[in-house]
């Protein structure tokens, strides 16, 4: 029998406790001869990414990196391309020194020098015994990072020390190096400032010769308006790509000096290269490429022949799909839904069967509890349509009050050029249960929705992303469906800025959550690290010249207009987003008379790892909306210092 209760005061059994507990993160996978290797994120243990290994038959190695070692590399900051593995042996970026590993078995021996350099993106060359990858070198204390190719001999014995040897330098950036199945030629991808590579890249192509050189090098595809997504040679040395020429990411090959589409279609076989090793298909077999595309919002996966250019769609219970390898007969890439969690999934490619290797989660708990995602589209400024994902108040023990209607969260994602997901969240689900209604905001600049659709925030940074969040909002209250006077939003990094921007740019917001967000756009511009420090050149303007519009799309600078209460979370260890961006507002608002909170994180960097303080954030930020909303919390929670409030 259900209990007539509050919205926001429903008792759920999605706890922070569960959550933290019971939650990985799962990552790259590479595949090494008929054994599966993949990556996972353990909050249980400090955030530490580890390794773990599936054999042919069927048996798994857990955790096989000892303790001390965290598999992450900081190329980019953002990392990816952490690990790769051949015939056995292990070869990964450790995060503490950044150095690179090799490790057989139990034994694990530092391969690269203590230096400032960090490696990513870890390509075997067998032919010549040799690691090709992307190098960072942070030596220069007065230039900012140069980046390069560089190859590693691995012909010593175990415990010798290489020095890296550079092959490919000049440009600002490097990703996806990729040797032909014959060893004869490398294939990378190029770019340089202001570009991003969603905005423009270059695929080359050089030869080998016998040293190892690379030489001869030409040009393939791209340029600074054409971006170029996962360069991969079919086994037949073929090289295939992703390119949104046409405005979409669509496959494509280089053969006899032409690029020929495979599967001209509206819809995106690509992601933007946040991190490396990303993979959206792969070979089969020369006639079978095994391959995801998402549309609007939603990924599929598919079976493409090159040569009839014929796609076949793989029906599978997923909505959303990465880190895509395939062995005979076999995909393997991590997946999920909105009522599944994460995993790992092996799918059989003769009769579709499922084999699930690994959950993000083992969490048993009763649907009654869940709440699913519905795909919206709502109208926003000059007559466009912008899309998000509506989870309703859901929790099979309780009723709301006739008439009530619930809180509602906007949640603004990172990037901003990125995407959400409707893939299973507990984190979600641990608002819905409560009664709170989510909106999750593809806005305008959003991947996944074709190259013109993600091109909307060009220059538009802070007003088409806040225009899509409100409008998100005063949809729902339009249907009825949530409470006008309960409006919050919030959002990480970017999503952050946003947050703010609409906290104090709009009159729509009742409340925020600020989780490492942006309050400064011209400090962002001045203390940033190396791949994002242009990349407001294209959201905003070039700085200094147009400083000026930096300043008013500043939060801090208008907190004059800002007037609801707002709660902070920061990590003190963040380079790409620093404490003081939070500092900042916190002390503004606090001046103003304002609520607001301040929770920072030492040992915390940009996103939360520890247990113990993704927990805190859940059940901090719930406390500060019973207080500000008034309602009472169905269970204690940690209490929380707020300004002007308490």
């Known amino acids: ?214 030489i001869d090098s030409k040009y393939i595809a791209g340029g600074t308006d054409e971006s170029i997504f996962q360069p991969e040679w079919s086994p037949d040395g073929i090289l295939h790509f992703v390119s949104d020429r046409t405005g979409w990411w669509n496959l494509y090959r280089w053969q006899d000096r032409l690029v020929e589409p495979l599967c001209p279609m509206a819809a995106e076989f690509g992601r933007p290269q946040w991190v490396f090793g990303m993979s959206t298909y792969a070979f089969e077999s020369i006639d079978r490429i095994v391959c995801t595309y998402t549309q609007h919002g939603i990924w599929h996966l598919a079976k493409l022949n090159p040569n009839t250019k014929q796609l076949t769609k793989i029906d599978i219970p997923y909505t959303e799909i990465g880190c895509l390898k395939v062995l005979p007969e076999r995909a393997v890439f991590v997946a999920g839904s909105p009522t599944t969690p994460t995993s790992i999934v092996q799918l059989d490619l003769k009769n579709n069967q499922i084999d699930i290797l690994r959950r993000s989660s083992e969490v048993t708990i009763e649907s009654g509890y869940f709440s699913s995602p519905e795909s919206i589209a709502f109208p926003t400024e000059a007559g466009r349509t912008a899309y998000g994902f509506f989870y309703p108040p859901q929790n099979q023990d309780y009723n709301a009050p006739e008439g009530d209607l619930p809180p509602l969260i906007v949640k603004s994602h990172g990037g901003p050029t990125a995407a959400t997901s409707s893939s299973f969240s507990l984190s979600t689900q641990y608002w819905t249960s409560r009664g709170f209604a989510i909106l999750d905001v593809n806005y305008g600049g959003s991947t996944g929705y074709g190259r013109e659709y993600q091109q909307r925030l060009q220059g538009q940074w802070g007003i088409v992303d806040v225009d899509d969040c409100v409008n998100g909002a005063k949809y729902l209250v339009d249907r009825g469906l949530v409470d006008r006077e309960r409006l919050i939003i919030k959002g990480g990094s970017a999503g952050g800025y946003t947050t703010l921007a609409a906290l104090t740019f709009r009159d729509v917001f009742k409340a925020g959550a600020s989780y490492y967000g942006v309050s400064d756009l011209e400090v962002l511009a001045q203390d940033t690290h190396k791949f994002e420090s242009r990349y407001l050149d294209g959201l905003i303007g070039a700085y200094p010249e147009q400083r000026d519009i930096y300043v008013d799309r500043s939060p801090i600078y208008s907190i004059d207009r800002l007037d609801c209460p707002v709660i902070f979370f920061q990590g003190l260890e963040d380079r790409i987003v620093p404490p003081n961006q939070a500092e900042m507002m916190v002390n503004a608002i606090a001046a103003k008379g304002l609520p607001v909170a301040y929770v920072p994180f030492e040992g915390e960097q940009h996103g939360f790892r520890r247990p113990e303080n993704i927990k805190r954030t859940l059940d901090a930020e719930l406390y500060f909306y019973a207080k500000v909303f008034n309602f009472a919390l169905a269970d204690p929670v940690e209490p929380l210092a707020i300004k002007n409030l308490d």
């Open 1 to 214: 029998m259900t209990e007539v209760k509050s919205y926001g005061s429903w008792r759920s059994p999605i706890t922070s406790d569960l959550i933290v507990a019971a939650t990985i993160g799962l990552g790259q996978i590479i595949v090494d001869r008929e054994d599966i290797y993949w990556t996972e994120s353990r909050p249980q243990e400090q955030g530490r990414n580890t390794i773990s290994r599936r054999t042919s038959d069927g048996l798994v190695f857990d955790n096989i990196a000892p303790i001390e070692f965290n598999i992450r590399t900081r190329v980019h900051e953002y990392g990816g391309g952490d690990f790769t593995v051949n015939n056995g042996t292990i070869y990964f970026a450790n995060f503490a020194d950044q150095r690179i590993y090799r490790g057989l078995g139990k034994l694990f021996y530092p391969l690269t020098p203590e230096t400032k350099y960090r490696y990513a993106d870890l390509t075997m060359d067998e032919p010549r015994n040799r690691l090709i990858c992307v190098c960072e070198d942070h030596t220069g204390l007065d230039r900012e990072a140069t980046n390069s190719i560089v190859s590693i001999d691995l012909s010593g014995e175990l415990g010798k020390i290489t020095e890296p040897r550079g092959l490919v330098a000049g440009n600002h950036f490097y990703a996806s190096p990729r040797l032909s199945p014959d060893g004869t030629q490398l294939a990378w991808l190029t770019w340089n400032h202001p570009n991003m590579p969603w905005d423009g890249t270059e695929l080359w192509v050089g030869q080998l010769d016998k040293d190892g050189s690379v």
